[in-house]
């Protein structure tokens, strides 16, 4: 019923930028909050950032001054801007979203995309 889908992960240089999206589709009546989380290899899935329906924004300690979370309600998208990449960076990122849908709008679930790998190495 609903579907997000990333992109724009790929292989960057140390000290570089990529901006990821993550675009959501299907049976959506409200998203809530969205959230950017990422996987290292042997490593647990940590929260990157995440942003509220009203734009209010959390940031782990490990990407603050250097990550911008943003999101376009009109288009059901959110973005994550990471500039001055660190090889610690690489992971997988993952899209996260707390929705309602259509069939059941007064109950937001949790929903993920299959994640968009960034990996950062010269």
């Known amino acids: 019923q609903v579907q997000l889908v990333e992109s724009g992960g790929g292989l960057v240089q140390p000290g570089g930028s990529l901006r990821l999206s993550c675009a959501a589709s299907?049976?959506?009546?409200?998203?809530?909050?969205m959230g950017w989380y990422r996987q290292a290899p042997g490593k647990q899935r940590e929260l990157v950032a995440s942003?509220?329906?009203?734009?209010?924004?959390t940031y782990a300690d490990s990407g603050k001054g250097r990550f911008t979370i943003s999101r376009d309600n009109a288009k059901n998208t959110m973005y994550l801007q990471m500039n001055s990449l660190e090889p610690e960076d690489t992971a997988v990122y993952y899209c996260?979203?707390?929705?309602?849908?259509?069939?059941?709008?007064?109950?937001?679930?949790?929903?993920w995309g299959k994640g968009t790998l960034v990996t950062v190495s010269s």
């Open positions: 299907g049976s959506i009546a409200t998203i809530y909050v």
């Open positions: 942003i509220t329906s009203g734009g209010i924004t």
């Open positions: 996260n979203g707390v929705i309602a849908t259509t069939q059941h709008k007064y109950g937001g679930m949790n929903y």
